[in-house]
Nanobody, 127 residues
């Protein structure tokens, strides 16, 4: 069972950047597609981005497309979320999640597709 640990969160001014990391405890890391989700206070957890098992396919929520970039380094068992142009709407706890199944277009944005989750890292954007 893979364990995921996020890091890289913090406080940043609007317009700034952060890079989140998601480190996995077990290999082969390529058994898992990785997703990033976020949850703001009083709101439901929402999909942010996903990267396929070998990193050839990425998917983004409309609200972050063009500002965020998901990537992975399978040799380091780590996935990343580069966040640029941050604004107050991006303030949330960010979670990475792993999906070992066969991707289905109708479910890959859903939390239910991911069987393993990290503990989350707080991102706060000040205006």
């Amino acid at each position: 069972q893979v364990q995921l640990v996020e890091s890289g969160g913090g406080l940043v001014q609007a317009g700034g950047s952060l890079r989140l990391s998601c480190s996995a405890s077990e290999a082969p890391f390529t058994d898992y597609a990785i997703g990033w989700f976020r949850q703001a206070p009083g709101r439901e957890r929402e999909f942010v981005a996903r990267i396929s098992k070998v990193g050839t396919t990425t998917l983004y929520a409309g609200s972050v497309k063009g500002r965020f970039t998901i990537s992975r380094d399978n040799a380091k068992n780590t996935a990343y979320l580069q966040m640029n142009g941050l604004n107050s709407e991006d303030t949330a706890v960010y979670y990475c999640a792993a999906d070992s199944g066969i991707p289905k277009p109708q479910t890959i944005r859903s939390q239910n597709a991911y069987g393993y989750w990290g503990q989350g890292t707080q991102v706060t954007v000040s205006s």
